[in-house]
């Protein structure tokens, strides 16, 4: 598709969908949305990135398995050892504030991304690049 118009806009309108999806990832916890229907929201910005500039530009590479097993190893570790130690348990946030939850924000933002990477993981399926 070789339509200039459709490509000058969404160049910059693409930028505002994948914000707007992080805002639903971070903000799930205070209001509805959340980790699924944030990376709905990416992953179908990138699909219509892909079809609007064609699939040849939309070739990625996957993080090894090893690698994100090891991330999430980490993380849980670390949030898991302020439970032993005789002290506070961290810190505690203001109710209705962006980070007053602790560790569910980050966790979103895991969900948002994995859910993101499996719409446009089906949709290459679909199309049958993968």
Do not use: C, Q
């Not at 971070?26 to 709905?40: D, E, I, N, R, T």
């Not at 939309?58 to 999430?72: C, H, N, T």
């Not at 130690?85 to 007053?100: A, I, K, M």
């Amino acid at each position: 598709m070789e339509d200039y118009i459709t490509r000058t806009i969404f160049r910059y309108v693409l930028l505002f969908v994948l914000v707007y999806g992080v805002y639903i990832v971070f903000h799930g916890h205070l209001s509805p949305g959340g980790g699924f229907a944030g990376g709905v929201v990416m992953g179908m910005g990138m699909i219509l990135y892909f079809l609007i500039f064609g699939l040849g530009k939309g070739k990625y590479r996957r993080l090894p398995m090893d690698a994100a097993i090891i991330v999430i190893g980490i993380g849980g570790f670390l949030e898991g050892i302020k439970f032993l130690l005789p002290h506070e348990h961290g810190p505690v946030g203001l109710p209705g504030t962006l980070f007053s939850v602790g560790i569910i924000s980050v966790v979103n933002l895991g969900i948002g991304l994995l859910v993101a990477s499996t719409v446009l993981s089906v949709f290459y399926l679909l199309v049958g690049e993968a």
